[in-house]
């Protein structure tokens, strides 16, 4: 049993109730008075040059307030990573997608504010789309953005150890190609916000669906020119984001801009079809990679080639392209380690960071074809991967630091809850059994813009009362549970129940948090949350031990009471004056209680006025000098191992998950329930990718799929029974020993449902998602070569 | 996605709802569940003048139940059919259908005349239906009339209905003796899919483990409309059932249905998956036989 009052335990979630009753206040319910709405023109077709932009019908038309187009929006570039800002507010020379923002509208209604859209006419002259990695590569195609020959938006060429070296030394040579769709994250919750620009103060507050609201307050304060200390971001209630929110939108810009013309209110949303058209979800990966072993199983080599379909803009692409070769340096020893990793401009939307960002394709390829190498060394798979597994204290070829690693555990976690070994080789025909690894950051080690800034700030404060400690941190609850997971860590460090803590979140006005993506608002925010309850705490020791002429270090705080580690003092004047301070009420102590945190903070706000505290986290010096270093490298690294088992139906290539169990170690499970949650959401993401999803184009580049029935994840019914089982390895660089969860646990879920349909089928399949149809074909591929 | 500008009426009586149809011809819309045309309206494929709202009306929601014939109401919803002990029992191929149609909050609202008259090709209503010579009946002002239901369809979105008619019931003869039927859908997911293919198959038999006496095989998703694989019938007339004899009338299936390629999947796969549902639809349909 754990030694911990609060953490580790399974905690009702602090915003369970509001959302349960539907009392959660998203950017839909939200409206302000003299609001008004915002319309998008988007292009409507895939790549062209704007010859003339006619705003004038759309000016007229009766309840439009504001007109805008790239003249009023201006030409500062912005985009995500300063590396690669492509984007502008509006286009004004080319469009390059099916959606590219041209103009907007505000208006007194969302009607007025469409029809008024529709009205503005565009003259274009249109230029060949290219829809396909090879249309944009090929010789004399135009060019996307002219800095980038060849549409080459960005290209990486690393080498760990040496490659060629490590494969002369190799018995076994094995190359598979592999390729994966276009994705959409398919939250619930469409982007919107509203922008309220005060003219008279000149003070901006955008209330936004995003994940990062400190990224978002910097792009708006640098593309409209006004202080930082001008512009607040607000976040509230988010139905998820998955990493599409972790950039700012064109809407976010667009409805400050027109707040700012109109002095009024504006809101703005996408419909889900602008949801795909806005894109940024993962790419399309086509991975070729090469492996050596030695007979004994011994990695020695990898050569890794990968294409990205980026589409239009770069987004979080510069980093995607680099994480797709640099996540496969661990969980593995592997000597050497060669990438050439190329993300292509197309004129399609952008894609950009999606749940396990750049690793989850080359994940798994790669683990499907460490299943074909162990199958050719007469080997288990599992035996393959436990061989050459890191343990805790490795470091990888690219200089990643495993301060914690409980690969193993969790391969024998897996092993043991499946039954492996009872069920591999010897299920009934059709049926399956597949396994994989993966790990994953818990934070990026540097911020996306270079700077020293703290990641990651909190306060807390006491109430004068005593009664409730104040946590503020501009930290993202997306729907992952972070909120509750800071408020525990609050509580635990304090010493106090989680009752009585009431957390503020997601608001530039409460400090510097990055935001919920790669993983890092348990490791950073924790640290700050821990650091700014533990000087809370002290603060409150020191005036007691004053008080009572003992030494701070006697004195602890546990479930709310003051504990006398030696001899229990004589506390009774203190309790006299807490007691004549609230005078008539009735929840003051007897004289035989314990005395409490509550009297002792008031005793302490008597002594030194509000108490509270800063924390502040950011990470040590990382490892890494080379050039793309500081993609991958992270104050910690989660890892998981996963086993499917499944049936497929030979006749019409349809697959049926039986069964999914997952072993992550996440380090330490602060909310156990919602790590559990994020492993069970992780595999259903992963499930999804695997067996349904896909963004498809017609031939002019326009999404013919772009909503909820024609782009399928998973529902209820294709979810099978899922074992959610903890591993905690207790992480020396995270708060308490946690570490990440959100995203690693998808990396296992895709090539262990390739290895178990080459179980159940004797399929190998090389190209994402195994819809029936191409489960079928394989099949009946398999079937003719085997006769002839 | 805003819907467009539409009157809207909600007649309480038959009787109404057939004048106002009568009046608005082509320019309105009868809407009950709304589960297909309010997305389409959204999508701006359609935007009629008027949307008329007959789910308020009684006899619309009927289901009426005797020895010799079930009538459902067309406004009867999808998720009542599949709960129904009396459709399990009788006509079991229609409730298979139902629970494969959409999600429960779908099918909440969803109504079996809505599945009819939308026309989709890949509608899970329709083939079971079909399978069991279901006919539709339609009102108008001036009269009514009864429509087999394989031949009410007359393509993707288009039926025997015509601008001042009302579909108001469906009749299902519950056929004497030994029968049964099997409906499967296949698409990319397990629930709230767009068919891929989609077969149902009615036979009856003139006793138990006897010879087939009338077989009725519907293929979806492989035409303008359902398709009967008439030539497949046929072989199974006067035979009794077996492995070879299914896998015989299977085959003849693939031959006689005319899929194309989408971006759902090839005209190949679909036509090798009519194959494999018909043999599995047929199996179902004789072991149901041979229990009643």
New interface residues.
């Given amino acids: 049993m754990s030694n911990y009052d609060v953490i580790n335990s399974n905690a009702p979630r602090v915003d369970t109730p509001a959302k349960a009753k539907g009392k959660a206040i998203f950017i839909d319910d939200m409206s302000m008075p003299d609001m008004l709405f915002g319309a998008l023109l988007q292009s409507p077709i895939a790549h062209g040059k704007i010859l003339n932009i006619d705003i004038s019908a759309a000016k007229k038309l009766k309840g439009v307030k504001a007109v805008v187009t790239a003249k009023e929006a201006g030409l500062i570039p912005y985009g995500v990573s300063p590396a690669r800002y492509d984007e502008n507010v509006f286009c004004h020379d080319n469009v390059r997608y099916i959606g590219d923002e041209i103009a907007a509208v505000a208006a007194v209604d969302?009607?007025t504010a469409?029809a008024a859209a529709s009205l503005i006419k565009v003259d274009y002259q249109e230029l060949p789309a290219l829809l396909t990695i090879d249309d944009a590569m090929a010789e004399g195609a135009p060019v996307l953005h002219k800095k980038y020959p060849r549409n080459i938006c960005a290209q990486v060429n690393q080498e760990f150890g040496n490659f060629e070296a490590g494969l002369k030394e190799s018995d076994i040579i094995k190359t598979t190609t592999f390729k994966s769709k276009r994705q959409d994250a398919a939250f619930l919750e469409p982007q919107g916000c509203i922008a309220n620009f005060d003219k008279l103060t000149e003070n901006l507050t955008l209330y936004s669906s995003t994940q990062v609201p400190h990224y978002v307050q910097r792009i708006l304060s640098m593309v409209l020119k006004l202080p930082i200390g001008k512009v607040r971001v607000i976040k509230p209630y988010l139905g998820a984001g998955f990493g599409i929110k972790a950039g700012t939108n064109t809407m976010e810009i667009v409805s400050c801009l027109l707040s700012m013309k109109t002095g009024k209110p504006v809101k703005m949303n996408y419909?889900?079809?602008q949801v795909f058209m806005f894109g940024r979800a993962r790419h399309q990966f086509v991975h070729t990679m090469t492996t050596g072993v030695k007979k004994d199983g011994t990695l020695m080599a990898l050569k890794n080639e990968c294409y990205l379909d980026g589409g239009a803009y770069t987004s979080f692409g510069i980093a995607t392209v680099y994480y797709s070769g640099s996540l496969l340096g661990g969980p593995y020893k592997l000597p050497n380690m060669k990438y050439d990793g190329y993300r292509i401009y197309t004129n399609k939307p952008a894609c950009g960071a999606q749940r396990g960002h750049g690793g989850v394709i080359a994940r798994a390829c790669w683990e499907q074809q460490l299943d074909m190498i162990a199958e050719e060394l007469g080997m288990d798979p599992i035996e393959l991967r436990l061989k050459n597994m890191m343990v805790t204290g490795d470091i990888t070829c690219n200089d990643f630091n495993m301060s914690s690693l409980g690969m193993k555990e969790c391969i024998e976690a897996v092993k043991d809850g499946s039954e492996w070994n009872k069920k591999k080789g010897k299920l009934p025909k059709g049926k399956g059994i597949g396994m994989a690894c993966g790990f994953f950051v818990s934070g990026a080690g540097y911020p996306i813009y270079r700077s020293d800034t703290y990641h990651s700030t909190a306060v807390i404060k006491l109430t004068e009362d005593g009664g409730t400690a104040l946590l503020y941190t501009a930290s993202s609850e997306i729907g992952q549970g972070s909120d509750t997971t800071m408020a525990m860590i609050a509580a635990e460090t304090l010493g106090i129940p989680l009752s009585d803590i009431r957390i503020e979140s997601g608001d530039t006005d409460f400090g510097v948090d990055l935001g919920a993506y790669s993983s890092r608002q348990t490791l950073m925010t924790g640290h700050a949350v821990y650091d700014a309850a533990a000087h809370v705490k002290q603060q409150i020791l020191e005036v007691l031990a004053e008080e009572l002429n003992i030494s701070a270090d006697e004195i602890d705080i546990k479930k709310g009471i003051i504990i006398f580690k030696k001899s229990q003092p004589d506390f009774s004047k203190l309790r006299e004056r807490y007691i004549k301070e609230h005078r008539g009420w009735t929840d003051n102590p007897s004289a035989d209680d314990p005395l409490t945190f509550k009297e002792a903070s008031r005793i302490a706000f008597l002594a030194k006025g509000i108490i509270s505290a800063n924390g502040k986290y950011k990470p040590h010096q990382l490892g890494g000098k080379f050039k793309g270093a500081a993609v991958g490298t992270s104050p910690a690294y989660g890892c998981s191992a996963q086993i499917v088992e499944l049936t497929v139906d030979e006749?019409?290539g349809?697959i049926?998950i039986d069964n999914m169990i997952d072993a992550h170690d996440c380090g330490f499970a602060i909310n156990r329930v919602s790590v559990e949650g994020q492993m069970e959401g992780s595999l259903s993401m992963g499930l999804g990718e695997a067996?349904?999803e896909e963004v498809?184009f017609d031939s002019k580049g326009k999404i013919?799929?772009a909503d909820l029935?024609?782009y399928?994840i998973?529902?209820?019914?294709?979810m099978p029974p899922v074992k959610a089982i903890i591993v905690e390895s207790s992480e020396p660089n995270g708060p308490f020993g946690a570490k990440e969860v959100g995203e690693g646990a998808i990396m296992p879920t895709i090539p262990a449902i390739l290895n178990a349909v080459y179980d159940a089928a004797g399929v190998r399949i090389f190209e994402l998602p195994l819809?029936?149809?191409r489960v079928?074909?394989a099949i009946l591929d398999y079937k003719n070569k085997k006769a002839s | 996605?805003?819907l467009p500008k539409f009157n809207f009426y909600e007649p309480k009586t038959q009787g109404e709802a057939l004048s106002i149809m009568n009046e608005y011809g082509l320019k309105a819309k009868l809407i009950a569940g709304g589960t297909d045309l309010l997305a389409n309206m959204k999508r701006k494929l359609l935007s009629p003048d008027a949307l008329v709202g007959i789910s308020e009306i009684e006899e619309f929601k009927n289901l009426e139940i005797s020895d010799k014939t079930i009538k459902i109401g067309s406004c009867f919803t999808v998720s009542a059919i599949a709960e129904s002990a009396v459709i399990e029992k009788k006509i079991s191929a229609l409730a298979v259908g139902a629970r494969a149609l959409g999600?429960p909050l779908i099918r909440n609202l969803a109504t079996i005349g809505g599945n009819l008259g939308s026309a989709r090709p890949a509608a899970d209503i329709p083939p079971s239906l079909i399978a069991y010579n279901a006919k539709a009946v339609l009102k108008s002002v001036s009269g009514e009339r009864t429509v087999l239901l394989d031949k009410f369809f007359k393509g993707p979105g288009f039926t025997e209905i015509q601008p001042n008619e009302i579909l108001t019931e469906i009749i299902i003869d519950i056929p004497d003796g030994y029968y049964g039927a099997g409906y499967i859908n296949?698409g990319?997911?397990?629930?709230?899919?767009?068919n891929?293919v989609n077969v149902a198959s009615f036979v009856s038999l003139d006793e138990p483990n006897g010879v087939i006496n009338s077989a009725r095989i519907v293929m979806g998703c492989v035409g303008p409309t359902h398709l009967r694989a008439n030539a497949a019938e046929n072989i199974l007339i006067g035979n009794k059932p077996s492995e070879k004899l299914f896998q015989e009338a299977a085959k003849i299936a693939e031959s006689e249905c005319k899929p194309i390629d989408d971006?759902r999947?090839?005209a190949v796969?679909k036509k090798?998956?009519i194959r494999?549902l018909t043999k599995r639809t047929l199996d179902i349909a004789v072991k149901e036989a041979s229990l009643k």
């Avoid at chain 1, 998973?714 to 294709?718: I, K, S, V, Y």
């Avoid at chain 2, 990319?188 to 767009?194: F, G, L, V, Y």
């Fill in positions: 969302l009607e469409i419909s889900r079809e006749q019409t349809q049926t067996m349904f498809k013919i799929n029935a024609e399928k998973p529902t209820a019914l294709d819809t029936p149809e079928y074909q | 996605m805003l999600t296949l990319i997911r397990k629930a709230q899919d767009c891929i971006f999947a090839s796969y090798a998956m494999v």
